[in-house]
């Protein structure tokens, strides 16, 4: 499995490096065709309104759903999981974020507060089984509501930080900053 990041802005280089550590094989990409030839794609953490201005800048916003609706597994991380959203908080429709709608959810962006309340905590998956998972939050959205055909994956706090519809799977925190392999694993095997 080859497996993409999206690199118009955010962690692409450690979402490679976190690959890299499971031997698979990833490469950064940015435009359609090479969209086109990957097995899977993540979207990373980064800053959402610069994210989703690139992707409109380089129409890449069709490619993506393209890629969704041939279920192929597509990650969103952090800034990820909110461009994924189907609906947006306040703050979202303030900053004229194109959405890509690509699972049924209400994101709330700054649902843990400030970049200083970055934190991490180990949180129970129980999809992972075995130990709780390393939780690296930084700015972190989640989701307020969820439609009926999306699996909550784990909650914090009330909120809900990782989940997945079809193989279209979100975490609020970053997986690939844990140096714990299970959560991209598990998503990317769909
Ligand atoms: N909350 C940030 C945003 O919406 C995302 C932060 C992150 O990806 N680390 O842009």
């Known amino acids: 499995m080859k497996v993409g990041v999206l690199a ?3 962690d692409v280089e450690e ?8 031997n698979v094989q990833s490469r950064s990409v940015k435009d359609e065709s090479s969209i086109k030839a ?3 794609l993540i979207i990373p ?8 201005k690139l992707i409109q800048h380089h129409g890449l916003a069709d490619c993506i759903k393209e890629f ?3 279920k192929k597994p597509l990650i969103g991380t952090c800034a990820g999981m909110v461009l994924l959203a189907r609906e947006g908080d306040d703050q979202v429709r303030k900053t004229r974020q ?3 709608g690509l699972i049924d959810a209400k994101v709330n962006r700054n649902a843990f507060g400030s970049q200083r309340e970055s934190f991490e905590e180990k949180i129970e998956i129980p999809v992972l089984g075995g130990n709780p998972y390393p939780c690296v939050f930084i700015r972190a959205p989640a989701y307020e509501k969820t439609g009926a055909n999306v699996e909550v994956l784990a909650t914090y ?10 193989k279209v799977g979100v975490t609020s925190f970053h997986p690939e900053l844990s140096g714990d392999p299970r959560l991209l694993k598990h998503l990317l095997e769909g």
């Open 68 to 70: 969704a609706k041939q």
């Open 15 to 22: 979402h490679q490096k976190a690959l890299t550590k499971i």
């Open 8 to 10: 118009v802005q955010g």
């Open 157 to 166: 706090q009330g909120k809900i930080i990782a989940a997945r519809e079809g």
């Open 38 to 40: 990957v097995d899977a």
């Open 98 to 100: 194109n959405l890509l």
């Open 45 to 52: 953490g980064g800053e959402s309104t610069t994210i989703s």
